[in-house]
């Protein structure tokens, strides 16, 4: 079994500032990409931001200049660091990672439970 666990989600004003990370724990080999995405009320889900396993990053437009990707290999973690944030970028937001549980077994995708993020005054 593999979990994604997301935290650090919360209510903050406009032009603030919030990191979210993102665990991978459980039956693991190997992790290529994370990512995150989010997903606001009456919208499709999209996608943040994305890094791979080395390090090589890529953002939607929307978010480029003020959200930073980061990952700890170490500790299979992905981080989301927002600033600036607005209030368009409330949302639930998921990380992913795309992973193998065993060195044979093809890679799969799996994704965290979300955590809600509010830009509100």
């Known amino acids: 079994q593999v979990q994604l666990v997301e935290s650090g989600g919360g209510l903050v004003q406009p032009g603030g500032s919030l990191r979210l990370s993102c665990a991978a724990s459980?039956?693991?080999?190997?992790?290529?990409?994370m990512g995150w995405y989010r997903q606001a009320p009456g919208k499709q889900r999209e996608l943040v931001a994305t890094?791979?396993?080395?390090?090589?990053?890529n953002y939607a437009d929307s978010v480029k200049g003020r959200f930073a990707i980061s990952r700890d290999n170490a500790k299979n973690t992905v981080y989301l660091q927002m600033n600036s944030l607005k209030p368009e970028d409330t949302a639930v937001y998921y990380c992913?990672?795309?992973?193998?549980?065993?060195?044979?077994?093809?890679?799969?995708?799996?994704w965290g439970q979300g955590t809600q993020v509010t830009v509100s005054s």
């Open positions: 459980g039956r693991i080999f190997s992790i290529n990409d």
């Open positions: 890094i791979t396993s080395d390090d090589r990053t």
């Open positions: 992913n990672a795309e992973l193998r549980t065993a060195r044979y077994v093809r890679q799969s995708t799996f």
